[in-house]
Protein backbone atom coordinates (compact mmCIF):
# COMPACT_ATOMS: atom_id res chain seq x y z
CA UNK A 1 0.00 0.00 0.00
CA UNK A 2 1.31 3.54 -1.07
CA UNK A 3 1.47 5.97 1.98
CA UNK A 4 -1.65 8.53 1.55
CA UNK A 5 -3.53 5.03 0.97
CA UNK A 6 -2.55 3.98 4.42
CA UNK A 7 -3.13 7.26 5.67
CA UNK A 8 -6.54 8.00 4.25
CA UNK A 9 -7.65 4.56 5.52
CA UNK A 10 -6.31 5.18 9.04
CA UNK A 11 -7.61 8.86 9.20
CA UNK A 12 -11.26 7.18 7.90
CA UNK A 13 -10.65 4.72 10.90
CA UNK A 14 -9.88 7.46 13.03
CA UNK A 15 -13.10 9.38 11.92
CA UNK A 16 -15.12 5.80 12.75
CA UNK A 17 -14.16 5.97 16.03
CA UNK A 18 -14.36 9.11 16.92
CA UNK A 19 -18.15 9.17 15.59
CA UNK A 20 -19.10 5.88 17.16
CA UNK A 21 -17.77 7.01 20.80
CA UNK A 22 -19.79 10.01 20.74
CA UNK A 23 -22.87 7.63 19.26
CA UNK A 24 -22.84 9.31 15.81
CA UNK A 25 -22.87 7.63 12.62
CA UNK A 26 -19.71 8.03 10.76
CA UNK A 27 -21.43 8.76 7.53
CA UNK A 28 -22.69 12.31 8.91
CA UNK A 29 -18.84 13.21 8.31
CA UNK A 30 -17.86 14.42 5.15
CA UNK A 31 -13.83 13.63 5.15
CA UNK A 32 -12.33 16.48 3.21
CA UNK A 33 -8.59 15.68 2.15
CA UNK A 34 -7.02 19.04 2.17
CA UNK A 35 -4.08 19.17 -0.74
CA UNK A 36 -2.69 22.77 -1.03
CA UNK A 37 0.96 22.84 -1.66
CA UNK A 38 0.56 18.93 -2.80
CA UNK A 39 0.95 17.76 -6.14
CA UNK A 40 -1.72 16.57 -8.81
CA UNK A 41 0.16 13.04 -8.30
CA UNK A 42 -0.89 12.56 -4.47
CA UNK A 43 -4.44 13.70 -5.35
CA UNK A 44 -4.34 11.28 -8.05
CA UNK A 45 -3.34 8.55 -5.07
CA UNK A 46 -6.33 9.73 -2.97
CA UNK A 47 -9.20 9.68 -5.92
CA UNK A 48 -7.66 5.84 -6.27
CA UNK A 49 -8.96 5.50 -3.01
CA UNK A 50 -12.03 6.64 -3.52
CA UNK A 51 -11.75 10.42 -2.10
CA UNK A 52 -13.70 12.97 -4.07
CA UNK A 53 -13.87 15.95 -1.80
CA UNK A 54 -10.65 17.92 -1.76
CA UNK A 55 -9.97 21.50 0.08
CA UNK A 56 -7.39 23.84 -1.47
CA UNK A 57 -6.28 27.42 0.36
CA UNK A 58 -4.57 29.45 -2.91
CA UNK A 59 -6.84 30.33 -5.66
CA UNK A 60 -4.38 29.86 -8.67
CA UNK A 61 -3.16 26.74 -7.65
CA UNK A 62 -6.61 25.43 -6.83
CA UNK A 63 -8.09 26.34 -10.22
CA UNK A 64 -4.69 24.74 -12.33
CA UNK A 65 -5.70 21.09 -10.65
CA UNK A 66 -9.70 21.52 -11.32
CA UNK A 67 -8.73 22.35 -14.59
CA UNK A 68 -6.04 19.38 -14.39
CA UNK A 69 -9.03 16.83 -12.87
CA UNK A 70 -11.59 18.72 -14.82
CA UNK A 71 -12.85 15.46 -16.74
CA UNK A 72 -13.44 13.43 -13.47
CA UNK A 73 -17.09 14.71 -12.32
CA UNK A 74 -17.20 13.11 -8.87
CA UNK A 75 -14.45 15.57 -7.56
CA UNK A 76 -16.07 17.96 -5.30
CA UNK A 77 -13.80 21.18 -4.91
CA UNK A 78 -13.72 23.55 -1.59
CA UNK A 79 -11.70 26.51 -1.55
CA UNK A 80 -10.86 26.80 2.22
CA UNK A 81 -8.05 29.63 2.12
CA UNK A 82 -8.43 33.45 2.80
CA UNK A 83 -10.42 35.30 -0.19
CA UNK A 84 -9.41 38.53 -1.48
CA UNK A 85 -12.24 40.22 -3.35
CA UNK A 86 -10.14 40.47 -6.92
CA UNK A 87 -10.09 36.89 -6.68
CA UNK A 88 -13.63 35.84 -6.39
CA UNK A 89 -14.46 35.36 -9.74
CA UNK A 90 -11.89 32.48 -10.22
CA UNK A 91 -13.59 30.93 -7.16
CA UNK A 92 -17.12 31.65 -8.27
CA UNK A 93 -16.36 29.79 -11.93
CA UNK A 94 -14.53 26.51 -10.74
CA UNK A 95 -14.90 25.90 -6.98
CA UNK A 96 -18.46 23.92 -5.97
CA UNK A 97 -17.89 25.73 -2.19
CA UNK A 98 -16.03 28.47 -0.57
CA UNK A 99 -15.57 28.17 3.87
CA UNK A 100 -14.25 31.72 4.31
CA UNK A 101 -17.16 33.88 3.74
CA UNK A 102 -16.51 36.74 6.44
CA UNK A 103 -18.14 40.24 5.15
CA UNK A 104 -21.17 40.62 2.41
CA UNK A 105 -18.81 42.02 -0.33
CA UNK A 106 -17.08 38.85 -0.59
CA UNK A 107 -20.87 36.98 -0.42
CA UNK A 108 -22.07 39.36 -3.18
CA UNK A 109 -19.27 39.27 -5.33
CA UNK A 110 -19.28 35.25 -5.63
CA UNK A 111 -23.54 35.07 -6.25
CA UNK A 112 -22.62 37.95 -9.39
CA UNK A 113 -20.27 35.89 -10.53
CA UNK A 114 -21.42 32.28 -10.19
CA UNK A 115 -22.37 31.09 -13.75
CA UNK A 116 -25.80 30.64 -14.16
CA UNK A 117 -25.06 27.40 -15.83
CA UNK A 118 -23.46 25.99 -12.51
CA UNK A 119 -25.82 25.10 -9.26
CA UNK A 120 -25.35 27.82 -6.59
CA UNK A 121 -21.69 28.01 -4.64
CA UNK A 122 -22.29 26.16 -1.19
CA UNK A 123 -20.88 28.53 1.20
CA UNK A 124 -20.17 28.64 4.69
CA UNK A 125 -19.80 31.88 7.10
CA UNK A 126 -15.90 31.54 8.60
CA UNK A 127 -16.36 32.03 12.82
CA UNK A 128 -13.26 33.55 14.37
CA UNK A 129 -14.45 31.52 17.32
CA UNK A 130 -10.72 31.86 19.48
CA UNK A 131 -11.32 35.56 18.73
CA UNK A 132 -7.95 36.22 17.54
CA UNK A 133 -7.31 39.98 16.56
CA UNK A 134 -5.11 38.02 13.47
CA UNK A 135 -6.65 35.36 12.11
CA UNK A 136 -9.94 36.16 9.83
CA UNK A 137 -13.98 35.58 10.74
CA UNK A 138 -16.25 37.23 11.93
CA UNK A 139 -17.40 36.89 15.67
CA UNK A 140 -20.80 34.93 16.83
CA UNK A 141 -22.63 38.41 17.47
CA UNK A 142 -22.17 39.00 13.98
CA UNK A 143 -22.97 36.24 12.74
CA UNK A 144 -27.25 36.71 12.59
CA UNK A 145 -26.76 40.05 10.91
CA UNK A 146 -24.39 38.46 8.12
CA UNK A 147 -26.57 35.49 7.76
CA UNK A 148 -29.70 36.78 6.94
CA UNK A 149 -27.63 39.19 4.33
CA UNK A 150 -26.06 35.94 2.76
CA UNK A 151 -28.93 33.92 2.86
CA UNK A 152 -30.66 35.86 0.12
CA UNK A 153 -28.35 35.96 -2.55
CA UNK A 154 -29.44 34.05 -5.58
CA UNK A 155 -25.89 32.92 -6.61
CA UNK A 156 -24.80 31.34 -3.67
CA UNK A 157 -26.47 29.12 -1.32
CA UNK A 158 -25.87 29.59 2.59
CA UNK A 159 -25.21 25.47 3.89
CA UNK A 160 -23.27 26.44 7.02
CA UNK A 161 -20.52 27.69 9.66
CA UNK A 162 -17.01 27.00 9.66
CA UNK A 163 -13.65 27.51 12.00
CA UNK A 164 -9.87 27.49 12.44
CA UNK A 165 -9.44 27.54 16.18
CA UNK A 166 -6.46 28.51 17.64
CA UNK A 167 -4.14 25.57 17.95
CA UNK A 168 -4.75 23.93 21.50
CA UNK A 169 -3.37 20.56 22.40
CA UNK A 170 -5.81 19.84 25.58
CA UNK A 171 -8.26 18.15 24.42
CA UNK A 172 -11.06 19.61 26.97
CA UNK A 173 -9.69 22.90 25.80
CA UNK A 174 -10.67 22.21 22.18
CA UNK A 175 -14.04 21.15 23.24
CA UNK A 176 -14.92 23.90 25.49
CA UNK A 177 -14.07 26.19 21.99
CA UNK A 178 -15.82 23.67 19.73
CA UNK A 179 -19.28 23.32 21.53
CA UNK A 180 -19.49 27.05 21.36
CA UNK A 181 -19.44 26.60 17.37
CA UNK A 182 -21.74 23.78 17.98
CA UNK A 183 -24.47 25.35 19.32
CA UNK A 184 -24.20 28.44 16.93
CA UNK A 185 -24.76 25.69 14.15
CA UNK A 186 -27.60 24.46 15.81
CA UNK A 187 -29.23 27.96 16.25
CA UNK A 188 -28.39 29.23 13.03
CA UNK A 189 -30.23 25.64 11.70
CA UNK A 190 -33.38 26.62 13.96
CA UNK A 191 -33.49 29.17 11.21
CA UNK A 192 -32.53 28.38 7.75
CA UNK A 193 -34.29 24.86 7.20
CA UNK A 194 -31.02 24.12 4.15
CA UNK A 195 -28.01 24.48 7.08
CA UNK A 196 -25.88 21.34 7.40
CA UNK A 197 -22.78 21.80 7.21
CA UNK A 198 -20.23 22.07 10.50
CA UNK A 199 -16.86 22.39 8.60
CA UNK A 200 -14.53 22.10 11.32
CA UNK A 201 -11.69 19.75 12.73
CA UNK A 202 -7.98 19.37 11.53
CA UNK A 203 -5.71 16.85 11.92
CA UNK A 204 -4.91 18.27 15.42
CA UNK A 205 -8.55 18.52 16.86
CA UNK A 206 -10.68 15.78 14.35
CA UNK A 207 -11.75 13.74 17.58
CA UNK A 208 -12.89 17.29 19.63
CA UNK A 209 -14.52 18.30 16.75
CA UNK A 210 -16.61 15.10 15.80
CA UNK A 211 -17.60 15.37 19.38
CA UNK A 212 -18.79 18.71 19.05
CA UNK A 213 -21.15 18.26 15.86
CA UNK A 214 -18.48 18.32 13.37
CA UNK A 215 -20.16 16.97 9.61
CA UNK A 216 -16.87 18.01 7.61
CA UNK A 217 -13.30 17.51 8.73
CA UNK A 218 -10.29 19.01 6.65
CA UNK A 219 -7.80 17.06 7.25
CA UNK A 220 -4.55 17.77 5.42
CA UNK A 221 -0.90 16.46 7.18
CA UNK A 222 -2.32 12.78 8.61
CA UNK A 223 -3.27 12.49 4.74
CA UNK A 224 -0.79 13.74 2.59
CA UNK A 225 1.91 14.48 5.17
CA UNK A 226 3.94 17.58 6.45
CA UNK A 227 3.68 20.03 3.51
CA UNK A 228 6.87 22.60 2.11
CA UNK A 229 5.97 25.84 1.99
CA UNK A 230 9.36 26.74 0.42
CA UNK A 231 7.88 27.66 -2.99
CA UNK A 232 4.18 29.79 -1.44
C1 LIG B 1 -4.23 23.60 5.91
C2 LIG B 1 -5.62 23.62 6.41
C3 LIG B 1 -6.21 22.46 6.93
C4 LIG B 1 -5.51 21.15 7.09
O1 LIG B 1 -4.69 21.20 8.22
P1 LIG B 1 -3.90 19.90 8.76
O2 LIG B 1 -3.48 20.32 10.12
O3 LIG B 1 -2.75 19.71 7.82
O4 LIG B 1 -4.83 18.77 8.77
C5 LIG B 1 -7.55 22.54 7.31
N1 LIG B 1 -8.25 23.68 7.21
C6 LIG B 1 -7.71 24.81 6.71
C7 LIG B 1 -8.54 26.03 6.61
C8 LIG B 1 -6.39 24.81 6.31
O5 LIG B 1 -5.86 25.96 5.83
Not at 140 to 149: K, N
Amino acid sequence: MNTIKQNLVNVRSHIDTAAQKCGRSPDEITLLAVSKTKPVSDIEKAIACGQTEFGENYVQEGVDKISYFAENKNLVWHFIGPLQSNKTRLVAEHFAWCHTIDRLKIAQRLSDQRPTTLPPLNVLIQINISDENSKSGISLTELDGLAAQISILPGIKLRGLMAIPAPENDYNKQVEVLEKMHQAFKQLQNQYPDIDTLSMGMTGDMEAAIACGSTLVRIGTAIFGARDYANK
